[in-house]
């Protein structure tokens, strides 16, 4: 399995912006998948997920902001990011997870920045 992301940017305070992670491979819809973003001098962290049933979970600080979405017929997972804020920028990462093994599948990170 391969996992890019796109859609990483500059964007002010309050802006928007919309992440794509395309998978290659088989097994897409038996994925759980999820974004991860890490910042300058901190730890790679959760930000939010889509299991293979489709259930979601966002961390505190993202809900009622970013929804994560999943497009089975397509391979894609999108994260869209609104009232975006200066704390969001850091390196995003898509990931994926296969229900059938104990393994993690990570893309290239795509850059955001939010300028306050």
């Known amino acids: 399995v391969q996992l890019q992301a796109s859609g990483g940017g500059l964007v002010q305070a309050g802006g928007s912006l919309r992440l794509s992670c395309a998978a290659s491979g088989s097994g897409f819809s038996f994925m759980n998948m999820g974004w991860y973003r890490q910042a300058p001098g901190k730890q790679r962290e959760l930000v939010a997920r889509i299991t293979a049933g489709h259930n979601t979970f966002y961390i505190d600080s993202v809900k009622g902001r970013f929804t994560i979405s999943r497009d089975n017929a397509k391979n894609t997972v999108a994260l869209e990011m609104n009232s975006l804020k200066a704390e969001d920028t850091a390196v995003y990462y898509c990931?994926?997870?296969?229900?059938?093994?104990?393994?993690?599948?990570w893309g290239k990170g795509t850059q955001v920045t939010v300028s306050s």
């Open positions: 990931n994926g997870r296969p229900t059938w093994e104990n393994m993690d599948y």
